[in-house]
């Protein structure tokens, strides 16, 4: 691919031989004209806890100039300031630049010759920087134990982006995304503050950041081997600095310390490279010849001990599985805690970095969910150690191959560490979410593509949507697990120690990848191809004929897709279990046509179960009598809390894109509640299934916006009456572990919305002895019967609560939630003035009007709308958060009326693409057929 795109690059300039060569057919890309093999980094820094942000640096970089040229095209930031360059062939002669301009929006930097340069050179570029606060690039962070915060629950999604719906003055601010946390920069966490919190200096480079840091050549494709220099200013107790290599030496000399580090063995990209300065106390272990060692702030080394263990045990299991030695990257690896920063965990080369809950721990404090996140993590960061470090995608579009495969190998890696914890089928909660691979990856994957507006897990390199997140990780990680599963586990790590130990150090593609796979798997590695190049997944329509025993399968794809590809037929290899009385059939069908038949001993009423252990990407859709079964199966305590997940979440799936009515997913709501409200469903899987059932009627309800009252309050009905009986388990006071009062939130937050009875008037009493001070886990729910039943007082007491309670408090969160529950147009959009001025407040009451505040709909979506108008009319930086909110939120043909008629506006007809406004309008559209299903 590399080939592929040099030849692109140098059909894309037509002048003479000698000339400065660019890339104008990528203008986002360099022209590899010129290409780096070896960096040797100098970097003088400021002493992490003082005042001072500037630093320079010096790049010296071995190229060959492969095609003539009198200019250098490579990346710096806007924020490095390039004062000379020089260019000295191997014979020792020197070409001095003359000048340097910039292209600020791609942060290239064109460097002018007075002669062509062409072969090998040595590139010294001196240069003036800043150290970031934003965690990106080398920043500034606290060097203190930070607990995660909730929006850490996405700690592994590229370019998801947490848009805000915020008033025009927000806007730009609303539109922040960073990659991997899927989210805006998040504030520190305030754990335990003192006057003088000790600071720290780190980078975060991956994805287009090592330019903030150094000049370099930026992207994937362009590995290369790495040294450094590093000295910081420090006082006599010094400070220690790290890099990805190994220390050579370390001095103290004028007020600075200085260290150099070995040059790394393998070459990298640069996104991999990383440095951490400061005082850190550390754990270490020597495993098989390699040095491991988890930093942490001082005074908790022992934090680190579990880590630690991981860490030495899953290399092991790794070096095995794949037969290529660790020791052939690297002598050492090192793993540090990190506080503040925005993506929550970095595989960089030698150095992993963290945010510091996935990698320390409180022995006294730390619980089951803990270890299994920091298990995760840590797994998840070393397997890019073999996937994505020492084979790496060569360009973001196909992060598949870095990032498919370290989740799944998260799994598959504590999996072998801990057989005991079923870390696949867990339905056990960590510290911010599950942390089971089918509750946290195979759901989520499924929610990103279920509306069909995702792309495939890998894309054409210039398309203009090539990254989804939750779609190259999510996906691609339940397509390898599907896989797997199939060809067995031997003959996938066969297949990926022979990928790892043909193109170590190499930028592999797609097609090699399943050509390794072929050569252990031919009849599979087609069908592999194939799903991760076809966007969305199918519905298997399951069909009995109970006369002659025909059991039909028919796949058809969940919604229409935006993405531009022919009518799929995936491959799907389904076990098929069916039993009637003592009778069981038990078989697999491989689905690869539209239709399959199987004939099925007699005929009779089967129960037919259809994938029972959801191993492939699909979702059952059982007719008739056959359906009724699984919603029996749903409130059945012998059910296994996985499936019976699983199969809620798919209700809803399936609800939302129009293939079950609204009384048809009220069975799944009735046989969750039936089963939470009993003693027999352990309190931990209870709450996972409340959880997730609040989750999806609040989507869903804003679906039913449309629909009859008749309907809707229907739908309501079968709400409260189904989580009455959990409610009066819970208590609203009692136990204060975690499950408990998760349980106790989520289920009075539907008693809420359900209009249950004796929840409100419970809630309404507790509200009225003392507003401020509601319990913890019931103030969402209390603040919320006050704002849709209360008085006027009550309403009036929501008011002064909001007006004293913190911005970016859970409380304060809660009010805002109460306060867009009040029950006529005119109070809503009284609501909607007094949080105007705080965009997160806005944004959160609008979108629960839109959800499941009936009355006030119409209000909050022309309060979106008008919100649009007036964001476009200044700029396109809120694009992406409009449109966000507008394809969430447009459920009706009117909604899509008025959407389309928005788009063709001046406004945001400059500012949104066509594949935003096709993927848009799809959305809405999808929500609107949900709507009329609905009825059914």
Not at 392 to 415: D, K, M, P
Request: aromatic share 8%.
């Amino acid at each position: 691919m590399l080939a592929l795109v040099v030849v692109l690059a140098l059909a894309a300039h037509t002048a003479a031989q000698g000339s400065c060569i660019k890339n104008t057919t990528l203008p986002d890309r360099l022209p590899l004209s010129v290409i780096p093999s070896h960096y040797d980094i100098v970097l003088n820094l400021p002493a992490p806890d003082s005042d001072s942000l500037d630093f320079d640096g010096e790049t010296r970089i071995d190229v060959v100039v492969v095609v003539p040229t009198t200019c250098v095209v490579l990346h710096a930031a806007a924020s490095v300031s390039i004062t000379s360059t020089v260019a000295r062939s191997p014979d020792g002669s020197a070409i001095t630049a003359t000048g340097t301009s910039f292209d600020a929006p791609n942060e290239m930097a064109t460097i002018s010759f007075p002669a062509t340069l062409s072969g090998p050179y040595t590139l010294t570029l001196v240069y003036k920087a800043l150290v970031r606060t934003n965690g990106r690039g080398l920043f500034k962070c606290n060097n203190r134990y930070e607990p995660l915060a909730a929006t850490d629950a996405l700690w592994d999604s590229h370019d998801g982006g947490d848009y805000s719906l915020a008033p025009v003055a927000d806007a730009a601010a609303a539109n922040t995304s960073h990659s991997r946390a899927g989210m805006a920069v998040r504030a520190n966490v305030t754990g335990a503050v003192t006057d003088d919190i000790p600071q720290m200096l780190a980078t975060q480079f991956e994805r287009s950041d090592a330019r903030a840091a150094f000049p370099c050549f930026d992207e994937p494709g362009l590995k290369a081997t790495f040294e450094a220099t590093i000295s910081a200013v420090s006082p006599v107790d010094q400070y220690t600095i790290l890099f990805n290599t190994p220390m050579t030496s370390s001095s103290y000399m004028g007020g600075r310390v200085i260290a150099k580090f070995e040059k790394t063995i393998m070459r990298m990209s640069t996104y991999l490279v990383a440095v951490a300065v400061g005082h850190f106390d550390h754990v270490e272990k020597v495993a098989k010849g390699t040095l491991f060692r988890i930093f942490t702030p001082r005074g908790l080394a022992a934090w680190g001990e579990f880590a630690l263990n991981v860490s030495t045990n899953v290399v092991d299991y790794f070096e095995r599985t794949y037969q290529f030695s660790y020791t052939r990257m690297n002598p050492k690896l090192d793993q540090i805690s990190v506080a503040g920063r925005v993506r929550n965990a970095m595989e960089n080369m030698g150095l992993c970095t963290y945010s510091p809950g996935y990698l320390i721990c409180d022995p006294a404090t730390c619980g089951l969910g803990d270890y299994q996140k920091i298990a995760l993590v840590v797994t998840h960061e070393i397997s890019h150690q073999w996937f994505g470090n020492t084979i790496t995608a060569e360009w973001w579009s196909t992060l598949y191959l870095n990032e498919g495969f370290a989740r799944y190998l998260q799994y598959t890696g504590v999996q072998y560490l801990h057989p005991e914890w079923d870390i696949f089928t867990t339905v056990n909660e960590g510290p911010v979410g599950p942390v089971g691979y089918y509750l946290n990856t195979y759901l989520r994957a499924m929610r990103a593509d279920y509306l069909g507006t995702a792309p495939p897990v890998v894309v054409p390199e210039t398309s203009p949507q090539n990254n989804n997140g939750q779609i190259f990780y999510e996906k691609g990680a339940s397509v390898n697990s599907m896989v797997a599963d199939v060809i067995g586990a031997p003959a996938w790590d066969a297949a990926f120690a022979e990928f790892i130990n043909t193109y170590a150090f190499q930028n592999p593609s797609v097609a090699d990848m399943i050509g390794s796979v072929a050569a252990v798997a031919p009849a599979v590695a087609p069908h592999f191809k194939a799903w991760i190049e076809t966007a969305g997944f199918p519905v298997v329509l399951v069909t009995l004929n109970e006369a002659t025993g025909v059991l039909n399968l028919t796949q058809v794809p969940i919604t229409p897709t935006v993405w531009p590809q022919p009518s799929p037929l995936w491959w799907l290899p389904l076990r098929v279990v069916a039993t009637l009385g003592a009778d069981t059939a038990d078989f697999v069908v491989e689905l690869t046509t539209a239709t399959a038949l199987h004939q099925l001993p007699r005929g009779g009423a089967w129960t037919v179960r259809v994938d029972p252990e959801i191993k492939t990407f699909s979702i059952p859709y059982y007719q008739g009598s056959l359906q009724e079964t699984v919603w029996d199966d749903l409130a059945r305590e012998q059910t296994s809390p996985y499936w019976r997940y699983v199969t809620q979440q798919s209700s809803f799936f399936l609800a939302r894109t129009g293939w079950l009515s609204a009384s048809a997913v009220a069975h799944a709501v009735t046989a969750v509640g039936a089963l939470s409200g009993t003693p027999a469903d352990p309190i931990e899987v209870a709450s996972q299934a409340v959880i997730s059932l609040w989750d999806n009627v609040i989507a869903y309800l804003a679906v039913l916006g449309p629909v009859s009252d008749a309907t809707y309050n229907a739908f309501l009905a079968t709400i409260g009456a189904a989580i009455e009986r959990t409610t009066l388990r819970v208590g609203i006071t009692g136990g204060s572990d975690k499950a408990t009062s998760a349980l106790r939130t989520a289920a009075y937050n539907l008693a809420v919305v359900g209009q249950t009875a004796s929840a409100t008037v419970q809630l309404l009493a507790l509200f009225a002895e003392s507003p401020a001070e509601v319990p913890a886990d019931v103030q969402a729910p209390a603040y919320q019967a006050a704002g849709a039943r209360g008085s006027a007082s009550d309403i009036e007491a929501l008011t002064q609560l909001y007006r004293t309670t913190t911005p970016g408090t859970a409380q304060h969160a809660s009010v805002v939630l109460g306060l867009s529950m009040v029950p006529t147009p005119a109070q809503c959009e009284a609501t909607l003035a007094l949080v105007a001025a705080t965009a997160a407040d806005w944004s959160a009451s609008v979108q629960h009007m839109l959800r499941v505040n009936r009355p006030c709909r119409q209000t909050a979506w022309a309060a979106a709308l008008a919100n649009a108008r007036t964001s476009w009319a200044s700029g396109c930086s809120a694009t992406a958060a409009i449109l966000a909110r507008l394809q969430a939120a447009g459920t009706s043909a009117q909604d899509l009326a008025d959407v389309t008629s928005l788009l063709a506006e001046a406004g945001p007809a400059s500012c949104v693409s066509a594949l935003q406004k096709s993927t848009t309008l799809h959305a809405i559209a999808i929500n609107a057929k949900a709507a009329a299903a609905s009825k059914a």
